[in-house]
């Protein structure tokens, strides 16, 4: 079993350092694998595993690929080629007593093809809506997603906001301060991220994944068991682990 | 549709093929002003003559059952309203006074035939509609106070065939009422990519097929003496199906007429037996691909003057084996609809001058806007935006693409904003890189690449439009067809919400370019851009594709998921010739098929078998007309 943890040096969030110690982002021999078999990588008794539907939205070449990508394979592609359509990835993680496994959705970015994007935001647990630092246009275009989400998907949607290419900060125009002000009204979880150096890309999935709902409840039904890691405030109906 | 109803004797009787509740009538030719600013519901309604008409009826006139009806409302009328099953709403009726309100109801109520319909057209923000019957007059203004028209006028496109005007996007004009109405009776809601629920889609589609019985009559058993023609085509040359496939073909009659089950049925009003007939297939033939067409046969089809003669002979040899590399640079102009296939090299240099001046006025109008302008012109600065972030990205591991400051890059996104400037409402959409890089690749030429890209998106605009309507009317074609060819892989993605097929939306929004390498790729576009064997021949590449996975989505019992990955994942990996010779032997089963439907036919260009009112005699079945009308005539792409 092969442990791929990168625990970014620029990681600015302290609260997660704790958690961040446990969790591993696992190969992916074991993120194509089914739910409910996974094998404990440490040897560590069988812990559930939790399947997630993540979604990434945001303006056309703000990153959306290249998060994950980076995310999944540890790769990053300076010119990474246009999404049609959309794409789909899977990445397991494990935090400390839970197995996650994100199934993601990667969307076709440019406004034309918006009206696609209820397909997969629909039933999604999570999102990431992505802005480029350089662009002030998209961060605009990040904030109407986050409307759209709290107006039409999943009233328990985990939302986190991701201001990318941050390796760029000497072009920047969105200032930092001005999103996590955004990010904090309107209670999204905000990192700067970078595709290109791998900034924070697997923090902001993992901080998703803590924020996430893991019940106990068998076969994905309404939440009934205690939430160990998940947000005490954030009253959710829903989640799937198995 | 529910049954129980209680107008069965009126003379007017008509069907409600589509309601829309909340419509406000605000203007009307000819109409008291009292009737103006009144809500009612829009229909289509199918009246009893089998023709169809718009109909706007005014709420007050329309009332509803509940189930705790009063004695009172025992007489009840529906003025030639019959069930709205689109709402579920159980039956509208009006009360009182019959024969009074009967007649001020009928006054009341404005009815449009389709067959008189000119023109209609969509404004304020798709909240209103605006209908003519006359050049230069809207005679009709309704509003939409729920939700937008949009549903509407997508259920309306399936009862008339319309074409957008080109001063005005919104404006569509009524090419001719669609006969094909029975079959495409189906409106966008159903077909919707939102839609949670597509079985629907498809259980309409199976009991159409159902409901149809003149599809499967002894006319589908007669049909398959249509399989000779064939040999015909083979014998008189024009067409390239080898005798070798016709006996196949032929071979494959006797089997179907084994494999056959038949039920009889009786029919009460008319003369002829209904059979059922277990739709299946004759055999797939292995059809072989031909070589490219070369230097020398080019030369050879053209006139001393340089016109080519043989345009379908050009054409059917394309279709076999593609075309040589060293000319294909040249016959992609024919292809694209750049050169006239029949003008001289002399009247070719004079177009190829025009065609180079035209370019470089429309690359001088963007190229001279100042910084100032454009910080005035948002919509150009937006596409000018969209342009240049997809053109840094685009086949940039081609090694023509690659590096830092590659110079052809410019050349991509000057044609591409040039193309913003002669397409403008269009603008630049994501997708029309991908489709443009192959083409400068072959050309290495601006004006050239630029007047091949206008033609090939001439035959793909719709892809691009902002409703998506084409995206979601050529989805529904493909899993039709797919239904038809595969149906057990059909049914196994409609179980696994699949039906709207959009797993394969990037294989027709930019015709496979994702998924060949560039060389494969130019084969197989030139081979599309024939428009042979038939009309959307696209679409059974993308069936020939799937049917070759079946194995993969049934046994792996692969989900949404699971499905859309997989078919990403095929890039790369597909063998172009043996999907084209698969796709080719698809379509010569559709072809030879008794009980092709008419909706699929449509889609291939065929021509539809009207066999409602025929008497079925040896003489019809036999005239290969009837379902070969249009051997050289297959609509373009």
Known sequence: ?242 | MSGSSSVEDLPDQCKDLFTQDGVLLKACLGRPITDLNSIGMLCIVENHDNSKSIEWRPNDLITIDSDTQDQEWAVVNTIGISMSYAKGRRQRTFSGNITADYATARARIIRIPLEELKTFRVTRNNQQMQFSTKPGVWQTTFYFQHGNAEIFVASLKNHVKTAKTRHDRNTYVVVEPNTESQVLNKSFAELDIFTENTTDVVWNLVSNFKQRPYETTMEAFSKLTDIVYYGNEGASGKRDVSEEVADLLTKSMNEIDEATTVTTLTRQSDEYEVVTVNPMLPPRPVIPRGTPLSTEKWEGLQDTEGRVTEVDGVRQLIFRGGIARSIRHLVWKYLLDYYPWHMTHAQLKTLHKKRTEEYFTMKLQWRSMTEAQESRFAEYRERKNLVEKDVNRTDRTHPYYAGENNPNLLVLQDILMTYVMYNFDLGYVQGMSDILAPLLLLMGNEVDSFWCFVGFMDKIASNFEMDQAGMKHQLLQLQQLLMFVSPELANHLVQKDSGNMFFSFRWLLVWFKREFSHRDIMRLWEVLWTGLPCANFHLLIGVAILDAEKDVFISKDYGFTEILKHVNDLSMCLDVDKILSNAEGIYHQLVSSPNLPDQIRVTLGLPTINISTSTHSEADNNKPSTSRGTENGYPRI
């Open chain 1, 1 to 242: 079993m092969t442990y791929t943890q990168t625990i970014d040096s620029f990681c600015e969030m302290k609260r997660l350092a704790r958690s961040l110690a446990s969790m591993f982002v696992r190969g992916r021999a074991m993120a194509t694998s089914r739910t409910g078999a996974a094998q404990r990588p440490n040897g560590a008794p069988q812990t559930k595993v939790c399947q997630f539907k993540l979604v990434l939205l945001g303006e056309s070449a703000v990153g959306k690929s290249s998060l994950v990508l980076r995310f999944v394979k540890g790769q990053f592609h300076e010119y990474q080629e246009s999404t049609i359509g959309a794409a789909f990835l899977t990445q397991t993680v494990c935090l400390d007593d839970t197995t996650v496994k994100f199934e993601i959705w990667d969307t076709a970015g440019q406004e034309r093809y918006h009206s696609l994007a209820p397909m997969y935001y629909r039933g999604a647990q999570a999102a990431i809506v992505v802005y480029d630092i350089t662009n002030q246009d998209t961060f605009g275009r990040a904030k109407n997603w986050v409307k759209e989400l709290q107006r039409q998907a999943s009233p328990s949607i985990v939302i986190a906001l991701a201001g990318n290419k941050s390796d760029l900060a000497a072009k920047r125009m969105v200032e930092f301060e001005e999103a996590q002000a955004y990010a904090d009204e309107n209670g999204l979880l905000f990192m700067e991220t970078s595709a290109k150096t791998a900034m924070n890309v697997n923090d902001i999935f993992l901080a998703i994944a803590n924020k996430l709902p893991k019940s106990e409840g068998v076969g994905g039904g309404p939440a009934a068991g205690a939430r160990r890691l998940g947000d005490a405030e954030q009253q959710r109906s829903s989640s799937c682990c198995k």
